[in-house]
């Protein structure tokens, strides 16, 4: 079965930097693309950042610059390095695997179909 476990969270003060990573296992052939989501208290669910088989990455508008998507396929890690944190990026981020082509963006919720647990990002001002 395929499994994803991100890990790496934590708390920090705004402006600090965090990078999670995402352990994928299970796949019987390599997903087609890869993302990150965010969900904080009370709010929907929202992409923030997805690359695909070929490396080419997307970014949500309110982390570009900010935010670094990457993959290490030796290791089968995904990444997400957050740098300049704010308060506003307070969340459980996730990680998920789609295999649907032409929609490898992180605003295309819908096309991911394996998620995993989720880990807690904090940032306090």
């Known amino acids: 079965q395929v499994q994803l476990v991100e890990s790496g969270g934590g708390s920090v003060q705004a402006g600090g930097s965090l990078r999670l990573s995402c352990a994928a296992s299970?796949?019987?052939?390599?997903?087609?693309?890869m993302g990150w989501f965010r969900q904080a208290p009370g709010k929907e669910r929202e992409g923030v950042a997805a690359i695909d088989s070929d490396g080419s990455t997307s970014y949500a508008d309110s982390v570009k610059g900010r935010f670094t998507i990457s993959k290490d396929n030796a290791k089968n890690t995904l990444y997400l390095q957050m740098n300049s944190l704010k308060p506003e990026d307070t969340a459980m981020y996730y990680c998920?695997?789609?295999?649907?082509?032409?929609?490898?963006?992180?605003?295309?919720?819908?096309?991911?179909?394996?998620w995993g647990q989720g880990t807690q990002v904090t940032v306090s001002s």
């Open positions: 299970g796949y019987t052939y390599s997903p087609y693309c």
């Open positions: 998920a695997s789609a295999n649907v082509d032409g929609y490898c963006y992180e605003r295309y919720l819908w096309a991911y179909n394996y």
